[in-house]
């Protein structure tokens, strides 16, 4: 999904924070310890607080993000990609929730601490309620290609940032409230809660060209056929099931996100049928 190269950023709230700092500790040994495909099957697009697994690590100032004023920026960089998506999604949100308020992005640069523990690359992107925070180190997605095999291209580093952008609506509109965590297993508020998160994301990419800078320019070009595809298989390599089976034992009872299959599927649901379409828990565990 492209940027449309004329598109005017118009400033932005995202910040740039942390500085290296390593791997992040974890309760019980770090990342080589337990496994890198281990902590991401916890943390990875979770939305939830993980500080009893992740040590608060790194830190650093915040900064501005410079040299992203135009989508031809958004083009060409990742970081900037992700700033010209926050502006985005903000604009579709706010049309769409009443009395919206906007997350607060930080582009992680190695590592940094937050309340919900250490965000890195090997963490995968988060979103850290109390803070209502997002956090994404733009090197996760070469992780994503090297040890899930996605391509990981521009609609799908979209999809991962608007799925943080899912738990966020979650949060502020009381979701994450109602249903709140209740163990795993594959008909758990936590699957549930991540397929509502990659439905609001098939939603907004099916509608993100309707959201203008303040010339009128759409910030995103209709996404291709191709570019879907890629971001299908975003979803596919973080399911459960996949995780799992890179480890050698797939155990629904464990799950946390849903399996391949139902991420590929309320993204679509999303896509094709809109927000109304997007309640994950009214819907029965065969319906999942």
Avoid at 43 to 65: E, N
Avoid at 87 to 113: E, F, H, M, N
Avoid at 168 to 175: A, K, L, M, P, V
Wanted: glycine fraction near 16%; include cysteine.
């Amino acid at each position: 999904m492209s940027f449309n190269s004329n598109a005017e950023l118009g400033g932005t709230t995202a910040r740039r924070r942390g500085r290296g700092g390593g791997a992040a500790a974890v309760a019980g040994g770090g990342l080589a310890g337990l496994g890198g495909i281990a902590v991401l099957l916890l943390v990875l697009f979770t939305g939830g607080d993980v500080t009893s697994l992740l040590g608060g690590t790194g830190g650093g100032q915040d900064s501005a993000i410079a040299g992203c004023d135009t989508g031809a920026d958004a083009n060409a960089n990742d970081d900037c990609r992700l700033v010209f998506g926050q502006k985005a999604l903000d604009g579709y949100w706010a049309d769409q929730v009443q009395g919206y308020r906007a997350p607060q992005l930080i582009i992680v640069d190695g590592s940094t601490s937050t309340r919900c523990g250490t965000a890195s690359n090997a963490t995968g992107p988060f979103y850290c309620p109390p803070e209502e925070t997002i956090y994404v180190d733009p090197t996760f997605f070469g992780l994503l290609r090297s040890q899930f095999g996605a391509q990981a291209g521009d609609l799908a580093q979209l999809y991962v940032l608007a799925h943080e952008y899912g738990h966020h609506i979650q949060q502020i509109t009381g979701i994450m409230d109602q249903y709140p965590n209740d163990g795993t297993g594959p008909t758990s508020n936590g699957v549930r809660t991540e397929l509502q998160a990659d439905c609001f994301a098939g939603a907004w990419i099916a509608d993100a060209t309707s959201t203008t800078d303040a010339n009128g320019v759409a910030y995103l070009q209709q996404p291709t056929d191709a570019q879907l595809r890629d971001a299908l298989d975003a979803a596919a390599a973080v399911g459960d099931d996949r995780i799992q089976a890179q480890s050698g034992r797939v155990n629904p009872e464990t799950w946390t996100h849903g399996s391949s299959g139902q991420r590929q599927r309320w993204f679509t649901t999303g896509y094709q049928s809109g927000l109304d379409a997007c309640d994950t828990f009214s819907v029965s565990g065969g319906e999942l």
